[in-house]
């Protein structure tokens, strides 16, 4: 796993996307956003950097925030999804504050993850998990994450169920990607 991280020095955060080999995940970061609730998360209208002018633009290789980065933020991940195979798939998302998931060019929201979860439990709230979703092999869907913090711990996980492995949660890493570039 690689997943973002940040390093101090001294009294000052650095940000460090370690791992990066395969840059298939566009990520956007976006400071001094105001605080929300599970009413407003998609309110971004008072944040005059989305979506246009993300203090960070970088990318990953997976949708992964390993530990706290920051406080009152907004995160954007987006990537392709390349179908390692025929049949139903489950998403599911774990994050502090909270996290939504899009699917498709029709950007269709199939997660809505409001509340506090340990990194890739995905057993602790029922909307973690999205309801199954037909993909084809070798076929490419978009994927969008948008992960909100307001204070103190924060991170965010997102994992598929493949068909045929219906017991394994996978992280959606590289290997399952392409880059939107
Ligand atoms: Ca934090
Ligand atoms: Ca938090």
Redesign the pocket.
């Known amino acids: 796993m690689s997943g973002l991280e940040c390093m101090y020095r001294g009294d000052r955060k650095r940000f460090l996307f370690p791992g990066v080999a395969n840059r298939k995940v566009e990520v956007k970061f976006y400071t001094s956003a105001p605080s929300f609730t599970a009413d407003t998360f998609f309110n971004f209208n008072a944040m005059s950097k989305y979506p246009n002018n993300p203090t960070i633009h970088d990318y990953s290789d997976d949708f992964v925030v390993q530990r706290?980065?920051?406080?009152n933020y907004v995160l954007v991940m987006t990537s392709y999804l390349i179908a390692p195979a025929t049949g139903n798939y489950y998403f599911a998302l774990a994050c502090d504050d909270a996290c939504v998931m899009y699917l498709g060019d029709e950007r269709n929201l199939i997660i809505q993850s409001l509340n506090s979860n340990e990194l890739m439990d995905y057993t602790g709230q029922p909307n973690q998990v999205s309801s199954h979703h037909y993909l084809t092999k070798g076929e490419k869907y978009y994927i969008e994450v948008v992960l909100r913090?307001n204070?103190?711990?924060?991170r965010m996980s997102l994992s598929m169920k493949i068909p045929g492995e219906p017991d394994k949660w996978q992280l959606v890493t590289s290997r399952f990607l392409a880059p939107r570039y």
């Not at 204070?151 to 924060?154: E, I, L, V, Y």
Request: glycine residues 0%.
């Open positions: 706290d980065i920051n406080e913090e204070t103190q711990a924060d």
